[in-house]
Structure formats: C-alpha cells, structure tokens
C-alpha cells in the first residue's frame, strides 16, 4: 500500500475546516470539553494555568505552608524512629506528592487556622486526592477518550455527528472492558518510556491504532487488539513519523492556547483518524475484528466533492454497527432505582431533617438533662439528616434484598457525609458541631464506629419503613395540597439559612461552636 502524506494531511484538513462551520464548532466543543477535564490535549488546560501563574493565582506561601506540612511529618515518632537518611527520604518526599496536588495545598492553606490545627489531615487530604486523581486519570479519564476517537472517527464519515455518539462505546456491559483495554494501552507506554525514549516512541506508533481500534470495537480483546495494531503499523511506523513532522507548524500551535484549541488540537486528532482509515483498509490484515462497514466507505467530504462533478450522487448517512447508548434503560438500571415521586423525596427530606432534630435534642437531654437546639440552624432540623436519608433510600434501595449489604453500604455513605460535613464546618466556619475523639475507633474524631453501627440500623428503618411510609401518607394528599406544604417548608427552610448567613449558626450549651 503506498503511503500517500499530501492526501493524507489535505483530508484532515478538509474534514475539519471544508464542511462548515456548524461541524467545526462542534468538534471544537467536543474537543474543548475533553480538554477541560484533562482526559486529552492537556496543553490547553496547561496554559491556561500559565495566565493564572502569570496573574498571580500561585500562593506566594506555597512553600512555607509545605515546609509547615514536612517540619510536621519529621516530628512524628514514626519518622523518628527510622534511620535518618530513611527518614529524610520519606519527609523530602512530601514535596512531590505536594505538587503534584498544589492546589489542594492552596486552597486548604486559605484556612491558616485550619491548616495549622490539622497538619496531619491535610496530608491525609494531600495524599487521599492525589490516589483518587490517579484512578480517575489511568481509570475514567483514559476510558473516556475512546468515546472521543469514535467521534472523530464517524466526524470524518459524515457532515455532523450527534453529540450522543460519544457514549456510544459505553454501553453498561462494554464499561469495565474498555477500562480494562486502556488501562493496559497506558501501562504499555509507561512501561516503554520507562527503558528510553527511543523505544517508547517507537511504541507510541505501533500501539497506537488501539485506541481506535476500541473506538471501533470495544469488545475486541486486548491480545487480538495488539495483534491487530502491530500488522496494520508495520512498514508504516516511519512514514508517521515523518508525517507528523511535516505538520510541526500545526504541532506549535498547541503552545497557544485559543489558537491550539480552534485548529491545532482538531486537526491533530483527524489526522491520526485518517493514520487509521488508511492503515485499516491496507491488505494482509485481519479485519474480522473491524466490524464497521461504514468506515471502508470514502470520506464525506470526498463525497461531497463527488457530488458536485455528478449531482444525481445520493449522499447516504451511514449506519453504524456499534449503536447508541439507550439513556433511558441506563437511567432505570444504574445509579438510582427507586419509585418516589419528587414530592415524596421533598417530604422525606424535611422529615430525616427533624427526625434527626429530634433524636440529638433528645440524647443531650438523656445525657445531660439539657433541653438545647443540637442543630446547626435555628429551625427544628438538622440537614445533615436530610441529605444523608435520602441519599441512602434513592441510592441504596437497589439492595433491599440484601440486608447485610445495605447495612454495610449504609454506614459508609453515612460516614463520606458526616465526615464532609464535620470538614466543612471545620474549615469553612472554623466550628465544631461534634466530636468523637473519646469514642472507640474514629477519624479524627469525625466520625466513629458506634455513631456510622446506629446509622446503618437507622438506614434500614429509612429504606424498609420510613421510605414507604411517608411516600403512602403523602399520596393520600391532592397534588395541590402536597405543593402549598412543599412549598410553605422550604421557604422556611430558606429563611433560616438567610438568618445563619446573616446572624452564624445556632451556638449555644451544649451545642458545637467556633474552635479556639
């Protein structure tokens, strides 16, 4: 198959900048959006962090607040009791994982108070993000581009590609695998660039029509797609190369960040899409893993050009094997499965937020014959309560069958939320609402295994009773009547917290309040 460079460069060009405008914003939009979340094209994002360097965004104390975090570490007995240059090591190290997570640094150290009560916590949060950030990159992040190669695939094989397209590899079963396959796609990089850099770029181009290749397919398996990639690249690897350095002007661009995003970044992508539309249809290759017919076809905007030599041409829209997500039957299988009207979950709401009143104004009586407001608002609910009740009847309902599961998942939604919630009373607000440093097994004292034990049980009772319960009581209401109560409770609940923003939060006996 001969290699044909000036073909090549002018059907990218021409499928991003020769269709109109309309097809060119969308695929700016699409490419944008992949940009801003990091999972492509991370340039862009990049400068824009320049300007807010440039304009000062960077915290001048940067490097105090982490020499504050690294004095802290080195005065742990556990450092301590390591030799010293292991101990060095492990405290030296603490400037990496710092920045690579610096804004979490930036924005904890906005609290001055906060941050220099809780050292230890802010390494915790350092490290916690940074480890939740590696999973979203090499496990969401990494997935998520397959979805944009396939539009830039079929974005070369018709005038506009719906929006929609880019969950189409995405179906509920096909998930886990196509994480699987591009997990494995980045270790392989990794692994290679890791021995050099010659031989990491000389992987770069032999692995790289697998993305497209599970853009295409992706139920394809990860050997049959290495099989695939090394056939349809061999003899090629070169003339890629040399064709993308007769694009360098169009590879300087990505250092401009408007520019890079209006043609760089576009054209870019089209241009390894046109690497995979010819390298596919090269003879000697097994294409019984290639299943989209529509993709052998001519691009569109050949087509087009076609057309206009013999107008009697009809320009068909192709159809694809691989076929739309349906969101309707994800929505009713995935996340949320429950059958409450959004009366019932409003009612719910406000009736967990009093419950939960209830119960803590009752306990500080028992426990110390005080009769105070434990909320933080002024009104007779506490919305920790609400929230955390109806998160666990709409997203735990799923395992009413399963009584040790929703027990186990309640206590650990209960503790995300109680801890958030102690967090941010702490860092916003410098206030302290609870405290469980003297109970057996806790988090910093904001969360403990009795409190999250009594909150599965009370999940329970949410889910099986209380849930039922009020959806019953409410639909014995017209729906004119549900609306005036729904309605009278949250403008209530609206002027209290315009009386917390205007006055601070309930404090008083036995109540929680500013930290000194």
């Not at 290679?192 to 295409?216: C, D, H, L, R």
Request: contains cysteine; hydrophobic residues 50%; aromatic residues 16%.
């Amino acid at each position: 198959m001969k290699w044909e460079y000036k073909r090549i460069r002018k059907t990218s060009w021409d499928t991003v900048f020769k269709k109109g405008w309309k097809p060119w914003l969308l695929l700016v939009a699409v490419c944008f959006f992949f940009s801003m979340i990091g999972a492509q094209n991370s340039l862009q994002a990049e400068g824009l962090d320049y300007i807010d360097q440039w304009l000062g965004y960077k915290d001048a104390n940067y490097e105090a607040n982490v020499g504050y975090l690294k004095d802290y570490v080195a005065d742990t007995n556990v450092i301590k009791s390591m030799p010293k240059e292991v101990g060095d090591m492990a405290v030296n190290s603490l400037d990496s994982i710092a920045a690579s997570n610096s804004w979490v640094v930036r924005v904890l150290a906005h609290n001055a108070a906060y941050f220099e009560r809780n050292p230890g916590e802010v390494i915790a949060n350092i490290v916690i993000i940074g480890v939740i950030m590696f999973i979203v990159k090499f496990f969401i992040l990494d997935a998520s581009k397959v979805g944009l190669y396939r539009y830039v695939l079929e974005n070369r094989q018709q005038e506009k590609v719906r929006f929609r397209r880019l969950f189409a590899p995405f179906h509920l079963k096909m998930i886990p695998h196509v994480i699987w396959l591009m997990f494995r796609y980045s270790l392989v990089l990794i692994k290679w660039y890791m021995v050099f850099i010659i031989p990491g770029i000389y992987k770069t181009y032999q692995f790289s029509m697998i993305p497209y290749i599970i853009a295409e397919n992706p139920t394809i398996k990860w050997k049959d797609a290495v099989k695939l990639t090394k056939s349809m690249t061999k003899g090629y690897k070169w003339k890629m190369f040399v064709t993308d350095l007769s694009y360098i002007y169009i590879w300087l661009l990505h250092l401009i960040p408007i520019a890079g995003l209006l043609v760089s970044v576009p054209l870019s992508l089209q241009l390894d899409a046109e690497y995979y539309f010819t390298l596919r249809n090269r003879s000697g290759i097994d294409h019984t893993h290639l299943p989209e017919q529509a993709f052998s076809g001519a691009p569109y905007v050949k087509r087009l050009q076609d057309k206009k030599r013999e107008p009697n041409i009809v320009i068909s829209a192709p159809e694809y094997v691989l076929e739309d997500v349906n969101t309707k039957t994800a929505h009713r299988k995935g996340l949320f499965r429950f059958d409450y009207s959004p009366f019932d979950i409003v009612f719910m709401f406000f009736s967990f937020c009093m419950v939960g009143w209830i119960w803590e104004v009752c306990y500080e009586f028992v426990d110390t014959g005080l009769l105070v407001n434990r909320g933080t608002m002024y009104g007779p609910w506490i919305p920790i309560y609400g929230f955390g009740g109806i998160a666990i009847v709409l997203l735990l309902s799923r395992f009413k069958e399963n009584k040790i599961k929703l027990f186990l998942m309640t206590m650990l939604v209960c503790a995300i939320l109680e801890y958030l919630g102690s967090f941010a009373l702490e860092f916003m607000f410098n206030s302290s609402y609870w405290d469980y440093k003297e109970m057996f097994m806790n988090v910093n004292g904001r969360i403990c295994l009795a409190g999250l034990m009594a909150f599965g049980v009370g999940g329970l009772f949410g889910v099986y009773i209380a849930g039922p319960a009020i959806s019953r009581f409410v639909d014995r209401f017209k729906r004119r009547t549900q609306f005036i109560v729904a309605g009278v409770l949250a403008a209530l609940f609206i002027t209290d917290i315009i009386c917390c923003a205007i006055f601070g939060f309930n404090t008083g006996a036995a109540v929680g309040g500013k930290i000194v």
